[in-house]
């Protein structure tokens, strides 16, 4: 296991992509980053790798009162992944799901948007994505985008994490193609834990840095 905690995202993405040199000068690699505190720790993999960098926007449901807590998570293309054990303990209805899932949407939109602005996402048909957030915590929003990525039709999904509970990490292994996490706590409460520095990713932070690496043509980096 690394040391914990890690000192920031920016430190944690460099050591990722130290896991990840097999994917380095590749022209079917493409990183994702869960946008926001994703896109930090993926920037730093897709410099290393020297391989294009894009976002993808997946929304967290979360429960009523406790906003923290997870029971689903929504993707682009209708995607719906639900915590269903959870559903069913808070009884939750179907309405008041669909009107998280209806706000969360909108939401969703309007980061697609923030974030892109004109610019096409990447395709990703035929292509490894190596998809990255900061951490996982339950789980349901790296399954939303996983069951998103798998309708384009990738040819591999690696997700590559800083930390995430054992239990979690088990279950991913069962839906991606790889999993790369450094470290598997036990005794896991947040991801936030995990970091010394686990400071906001803000709108702007994540333009910045995706317009920073569409700017730098990636031939041309060392």
Same mark, same amino acid.
């Given at each position: 296991?690394?040391?914990? #905690? +890690? ?18 000068? *590749? ?6 980053? !869960? ?7 993926? +920037? ?24 923290? !807590? ?36 909108? /939401?969703? /939109? ?9 610019? #096409? ?44 509970? #054992? ?17 598997? #706590?036990?005794?896991? +409460? ?7 520095? +686990? =400071? /906001?990713? =803000? ?5 910045? !840095?995706?317009?920073?690496?569409? *700017? ?7």
């Amino acid at each position: 296991m690394v040391g914990l #905690p +890690f000192e920031d995202r920016v430190e944690a993405g460099q050591i990722l992509a130290s896991q990840l040199r097999a994917y380095a000068d *590749r022209a079917d690699v493409v990183v994702l980053a !869960l946008p926001r505190g994703g896109v930090p720790v993926a +920037f730093e993999i897709a410099q290393a790798l020297r391989a294009p960098l894009d976002v993808m926007i997946v929304r967290k449901l979360g429960v009523p009162g406790h906003e923290e !807590l997870a029971l689903g998570a929504i993707a682009l293309g209708g995607v719906r992944v639900l915590n269903r054990r959870l559903v069913e303990e808070l009884a939750l209805s179907p309405s008041t799901i669909e009107a998280i899932a209806r706000r969360q949407q909108v /939401e969703l /939109e309007r980061r697609e948007k923030l974030y892109r602005g004109e610019r #096409p996402a990447t395709q990703v048909a035929g292509q490894v994505v190596i998809l990255v957030d900061d951490g996982i915590a339950t789980g349901s929003t790296m399954r939303a985008a996983v069951q998103a990525l798998r309708q384009q039709k990738p040819a591999r999904i690696v997700v590559a994490v800083p930390v995430a509970p #054992p239990s979690v990490c088990e279950e991913m292994q069962t839906v991606v193609d790889e999993l790369i996490c450094l470290a598997q #706590p036990a005794g896991f +409460f947040a991801v936030g834990q995990w970091y010394r520095d +686990f =400071s /906001e990713t =803000s709108d702007e932070q994540v333009r910045s !840095l995706l317009e920073r690496a569409n *700017r730098v043509p990636v031939q041309s980096l060392m």
